[in-house]
């Protein structure tokens, strides 16, 4: 497949490469840097920017202070770009459902939601939001967020 980083194993992620898992004792989080998380001391380096808190992605730099991108071929855009160079917009190739006649993108396994793609849900007890990051929804993960500032 053109485009996807291969892992070990020459697989990505996604098609069985293991993912190294914090050394930290119980943590399922994946290591950053030297075996363990952010959580348990992992240091990123920020960007060169002063006062910027970012984590550098290129260049030592956060994408607000100049970062590249690989935004959209078309003249004038500054959408991202997708498949191909391009945008959605400007004609990324985006699969769509398999039924007949359905216009909408795919989800998971070849079908939309509408179709029978599984939402993830929020992990959080009685909670039926859409899970969003973490296996948390917006609200859940804000809480999670506000109580990991919390602690010392």
């Known amino acids: 497949m053109k485009g996807v980083l291969s892992m070990k194993g020459g697989v990505c992620n996604r098609h069985g490469a293991k993912k190294k898992r914090c050394s930290s004792e119980g943590c399922m989080n994946t290591a950053a840097k030297g075996g363990v998380c952010r959580r348990h001391g ?5 960007c060169s920017s002063t006062g910027c808190p ?22 004038g855009c500054m959408n ?55 296996g948390v929804c917006k609200r859940h993960g804000s809480e999670l967020k506000s109580t990991a500032d919390a602690q010392p």
């Open 42 to 46: 992992a240091k990123l380096k920020l």
């Open 54 to 75: 970012n984590i550098a992605m290129r260049g030592g730099v956060c994408v607000r202070h100049g970062a590249k991108r690989n935004r959209c071929s078309s003249e």
């Open 80 to 134: 991202r770009a997708q498949k191909g160079g391009v945008c959605l917009k400007h004609g990324a190739a985006v699969k769509s459902c398999s039924r007949t006649g359905c216009p909408n993108r795919v989800v998971k396994g070849g079908v939309c939601v509408r179709h029978g793609a599984k939402k993830k849900r929020c992990s959080s007890t009685g909670c039926m939001n859409q899970s969003q990051s973490r």
